[in-house]
């Protein structure tokens, strides 16, 4: 008897927490990276600052159990900054994150931008050396031969082209948080 009381109670205590975590704020912490999909082609020869790009999210996300981000959400973001391309260095972008939205229209502001290794700046490689010149390489024990010595003069660099159906990861700037 006391035995099923006792299994009564502990079902009764876990019932009890379900509910109560049902209300329960759940946070996207600063620092996660979302992998989004391009929706349309961005480039360093047609974008201006402040125009408005659109980003797709290709899978869940989950806290805990919590489908905070569901797939097909819309992320939009701006062109922050602008680079053209120059003499040694090719194009480059900077996207700004301001919100998402989920397919049931759910509205989230977020602070973000689309990471890359360059200061998230997306380009922005330098270009390679156009002229050289032949320099002798001395081994010892061997003949010297000519080696090819690049100077300080760069190609003019390219635009920077994203493609539609580019995979890109955005990170979070700040917390996220969801109901």
């Known amino acids: 008897m006391i035995r099923k009381l006792l299994i009564l109670f502990i079902a009764f205590i876990g019932l009890v927490s379900s509910f109560a975590n049902a209300d329960e704020v759940v946070k996207v912490r600063a620092g996660t990276f ?3 999909l391009n929706i349309a082609e961005i480039s360093t020869l047609m974008a201006d600052a402040e125009d408005e790009v659109v980003f797709m999210n290709t899978q ?4 805990y159990e919590t ?3 569901p797939a097909n959400t819309k992320i939009y973001g701006e062109v922050e900054e602008v680079l053209e391309p120059v003499q040694g ?3 480059a972008l900077k996207i700004l994150i301001y919100k998402m939205v989920t397919p049931d229209k759910k509205v989230y502001k977020v ?3 689309i990471y890359s290794e360059n200061n998230n700046y997306l380009g922005g490689k330098t270009t390679q050396a156009t002229y050289y010149k032949r320099v002798p390489h001395y081994n010892f024990g061997m003949r010297p031969f000519l080696k090819a010595v690049p100077l300080n003069v760069l190609e003019m660099g390219q635009h920077t082209v994203v493609l539609p159906g580019a995979e890109l990861f955005m990170i979070i700037e700040e917390d996220i948080i969801a109901k």
């Not at 869940?60 to 806290?63: A, H, S």
Request: hydrophobic share 40%; proline share 0%.
């Open 60 to 63: 869940d996300m989950y806290v």
């Open 89 to 91: 260095r090719d194009g």
């Open 111 to 113: 602070k973000g931008h």
């Open 34 to 36: 979302l992998r989004v």
């Open 67 to 69: 489908n905070v981000i």
